[in-house]
C-alpha cells in the first residue's frame, strides 16, 4: 500500500475570470471542471489539468474574495509543473516573457532545469524539465504546441518551522522515503519519494524556522492531495485511525474519494483516489464548459448559480 504520487495541489484566487484566463491561455491547461466548493457553494472550484484531465496533472482554485496572503513558514511554498526537456524551459521562457508575466532565468536546481514565475496574484510556480519521462496527454485546443505544454504536478516545496515532526508524517504515516538533499537560500532541501519515485511524485521539504508563519489569502496554497489507487481507500481510512491521525474520516467528493488531515506543523494534506474521474458526469469531450454540480447539490442548482460571479 503505497502513495503513487501528487493527485492534485488546491490554490486560493480572489479573482476568478483572470485566473481562469492566465491558467488556460497563458499556461495552456484545460479547465476540466467547473464546479463549487462543495463545503461553501458561493466559491467556484476550477479544475485545470491535462488533455484528459488525469490524475496527478490537476491544479485547482478555490475563488474567495481574500486579501493576500502573507508569505512564511508551515505553508507549501512552491507548486511545479512540468514539461518536457531544455527546450521546453527555453520556450517557456520567452513565453512567459511575451505574456508579461513575472519569472526568473532558468537554473538547475537538484540535478535539473528549471523556471520559476508567478500569477498575477503571486501563486509561487515552477516549471521543472521531467525528461519526458512517462506518459502525457497535450490538450488539441491549448495555446502551447503540444510538445511543450505542462504535463502535470511536479515535486510540492514545503516550508516548516519544526522540520522532525512532519518528516516523521512523511515517512511512518505515510511511507515516503528520504531520496535525497539538495541547497538552496533558505537553506537545505530534504526531498521525500514517493512509490517508483520521479518528478510527479515528490515532496521537498525545507526547514525555515526563522520566518513568521504564513497566513493564507489570494496567492496562496490551501493544501496539496497525494494519489492513491481506488481500491486502497480504505485500507488508508484504517491507517489513519490505527495512527491516532486526526482527519476528516471518508468524504467522497463524487469525482474522487479523499481523507484529510494536517500535519504537525499545520499543512493540510489530502489522500484522493485516481478514480471514479472528471468524466463522471460529463463527456470527455465537453468537460469545464458547464457548471457541473454533484448530485447531492444538483437541487440546488438555480441558487448556487445566481451567486456565483460570472467567468
Same mark, same amino acid.
Given at each position: 500500500?503505497?502513495?503513487? !504520487?501528487?493527485?492534485?495541489?488546491?490554490?486560493?484566487? /480572489? =479573482?476568478? #475570470?483572470?485566473?481562469? @484566463?492566465?491558467? *488556460?491561455? $497563458? +499556461? &495552456?491547461?484545460?479547465?476540466?471542471?467547473?464546479?463549487?466548493?462543495?463545503?461553501?457553494?458561493?466559491?467556484?472550484?476550477?479544475?485545470?489539468?491535462?488533455?484528459?484531465?488525469?490524475?496527478?496533472?490537476?491544479?485547482?482554485?478555490?475563488?474567495?474574495?481574500?486579501?493576500?496572503?502573507?508569505?512564511?513558514?508551515?505553508?507549501?511554498?512552491?507548486?511545479?509543473?512540468?514539461?518536457?526537456?531544455?527546450?521546453?524551459?527555453?520556450?517557456?521562457?520567452?513565453?512567459?516573457?511575451?505574456?508579461?508575466?513575472?519569472?526568473?532565468?532558468?537554473?538547475?536546481?537538484?540535478?535539473?532545469?528549471?523556471?520559476?514565475?508567478?500569477?498575477?496574484?503571486?501563486?509561487?510556480?515552477?516549471?521543472?524539465?521531467?525528461?519526458?519521462?512517462?506518459?502525457?496527454?497535450?490538450?488539441?485546443?491549448?495555446?502551447?504546441?503540444?510538445?511543450?505544454?505542462?504535463? !502535470?504536478?511536479?515535486?510540492?516545496?514545503?516550508?516548516? /518551522? =519544526?522540520? #522532525?515532526?512532519?518528516? @516523521?508524517?512523511? *515517512?511512518? $504515516? +505515510? &511511507?515516503?522515503?528520504?531520496?535525497?538533499?539538495?541547497?538552496?537560500?533558505?537553506?537545505?532541501?530534504?526531498?521525500?519519494?514517493?512509490?517508483?519515485?520521479?518528478?510527479?511524485?515528490?515532496?521537498?521539504?525545507?526547514?525555515?524556522?526563522?520566518?513568521?508563519?504564513?497566513?493564507?489569502?489570494?496567492?496562496?496554497?490551501?493544501?496539496?492531495?497525494?494519489?492513491?489507487?481506488?481500491?486502497?481507500?480504505?485500507?488508508?481510512?484504517?491507517?489513519?485511525?490505527?495512527?491516532?491521525?486526526?482527519?476528516?474520516?471518508?468524504?467522497?467528493?463524487?469525482?474522487?474519494?479523499?481523507?484529510?488531515?494536517?500535519?504537525?506543523?499545520?499543512?493540510?494534506?489530502?489522500?484522493?483516489?485516481?478514480?471514479?474521474?472528471?468524466?463522471?458526469?460529463?463527456?470527455?469531450?465537453?468537460?469545464?464548459?458547464?457548471?457541473?454540480?454533484?448530485?447531492?447539490?444538483? !437541487?440546488?442548482?438555480?441558487?448556487?448559480?445566481?451567486?456565483?460571479?460570472?467567468?
Amino acid at each position: 500500500m503505497q502513495l503513487t !504520487g501528487i493527485h492534485h495541489l488546491t490554490a486560493i484566487t /480572489a =479573482q476568478a #475570470a483572470d485566473n481562469l @484566463a492566465f491558467y *488556460t491561455r $497563458v +499556461l &495552456g491547461l484545460r479547465l476540466v471542471k467547473k464546479t463549487v466548493n462543495q463545503d461553501d457553494v458561493s466559491a467556484y472550484h476550477l479544475f485545470y489539468a491535462d488533455g484528459l484531465a488525469s490524475p496527478g496533472t490537476d491544479i485547482t482554485f478555490f475563488d474567495w474574495p481574500a486579501p493576500q496572503e502573507r508569505r512564511g513558514t508551515n505553508s507549501i511554498s512552491r507548486t511545479a509543473l512540468r514539461v518536457a526537456g531544455p527546450a521546453a524551459i527555453d520556450w517557456w521562457r520567452e513565453h512567459l516573457a511575451r505574456q508579461g508575466v513575472t519569472h526568473a532565468v532558468p537554473v538547475e536546481r537538484d540535478g535539473r532545469l528549471t523556471l520559476d514565475f508567478e500569477d498575477g496574484e503571486g501563486q509561487r510556480l515552477m516549471l521543472v524539465d521531467d525528461g519526458g519521462a512517462g506518459e502525457a496527454h497535450p490538450w488539441a485546443q491549448s495555446p502551447v504546441p503540444a510538445e511543450h505544454q505542462i504535463r !502535470g504536478l511536479g515535486p510540492i516545496r514545503l516550508s516548516v /518551522a =519544526q522540520i #522532525a515532526r512532519t518528516e @516523521a508524517v512523511l *515517512t511512518e $504515516v +505515510l &511511507g515516503m522515503s528520504h531520496d535525497r538533499d539538495y541547497e538552496l537560500p533558505e537553506g537545505e532541501v530534504r526531498v521525500y519519494r514517493m512509490g517508483a519515485g520521479g518528478p510527479a511524485a515528490e515532496i521537498h521539504l525545507v526547514a525555515e524556522p526563522k520566518l513568521a508563519p504564513a497566513r493564507q489569502g489570494a496567492g496562496a496554497v490551501h493544501h496539496v492531495a497525494f494519489r492513491i489507487p481506488d481500491a486502497d481507500y480504505d485500507a488508508w481510512a484504517d491507517r489513519l485511525k490505527q495512527r491516532r491521525v486526526p482527519s476528516s474520516g471518508p468524504v467522497d467528493r463524487y469525482y474522487f474519494r479523499s481523507l484529510y488531515f494536517r500535519e504537525p506543523n499545520g499543512i493540510l494534506f489530502e489522500i484522493a483516489t485516481d478514480g471514479p474521474g472528471f468524466a463522471t458526469d460529463e463527456p470527455m469531450e465537453t468537460l469545464g464548459e458547464r457548471l457541473a454540480l454533484p448530485p447531492f447539490l444538483e !437541487g440546488r442548482r438555480a441558487e448556487i448559480e445566481a451567486g456565483l460571479k460570472p467567468l
